[in-house]
C-alpha cells in the first residue's frame, strides 16, 4: 500500500517538503513566469536560448517540482515518495546552480552571487532528505 495522507505524527521532513515546494511553485509562477528579474533572465540567457518557451517554460518546471515535493511532503509512510519530492526539490535548485555558475564565468559576472546562494541551497537540500526524523518522545533516552 502506498501509505495515506499526512494524519500520523508531526514530520519535519515532510513539513520541509511541503514548505519548500510550496516555496518553489510560488518562485516559478509569481518571480519566473509572472515577473522574472533582470538578474534572473540574464543570468539564464544561455539556457533560454535553447529552451522552447524560454523563461516560461522554466517557470513552469519550478511550479510543477514544487507541486510533486508538496504533495509528496503530505504522504505518510511513503519513503520511495518522499525520495521523489526531494529529487524534485533538487533538480531546480541545481540547475540553477549550473547555469548561474557557468554565466558567472562567462557572460554575465555578477551571477555569482545567484550561483553560491543556489549551491548552497542545493547542499542543504540534499543533507536534509538524508536525516531521519526523531523518534517519537516515548521512544528517546532519558537525560542523564
Do not use: E
Not at 41 to 57: E, K, S
Amino acid at each position: 500500500m502506498l501509505g495515506g495522507i499526512a494524519r500520523s505524527g508531526f514530520s519535519r521532513r515532510r513539513a520541509f517538503l511541503v514548505t519548500v515546494g510550496l516555496g518553489w511553485a510560488g518562485y516559478g509562477g509569481l518571480g519566473i513566469i509572472d515577473q522574472p528579474r533582470y538578474g534572473t533572465a540574464r543570468g539564464l540567457a544561455d539556457l533560454t536560448r535553447h529552451i522552447p518557451g524560454g523563461l516560461d517554460t522554466l517557470g513552469w518546471m519550478w511550479v510543477a517540482c514544487g507541486v510533486v515535493a508538496a504533495l509528496a511532503g503530505l504522504l505518510v509512510n511513503c519513503p520511495r515518495i518522499q525520495a521523489l519530492g526531494y529529487a524534485a526539490l533538487a533538480a531546480p535548485a541545481g540547475l540553477w546552480t549550473g547555469v548561474f555558475s557557468a554565466a558567472a564565468a562567462s557572460t554575465y559576472p555578477p551571477a555569482v552571487g545567484s550561483a553560491c546562494g543556489w549551491g548552497a541551497f542545493t547542499i542543504g537540500v540534499v543533507l536534509v532528505s538524508g536525516m531521519d526524523d526523531p523518534p517519537p518522545p516515548h521512544l528517546r533516552k532519558g537525560r542523564r
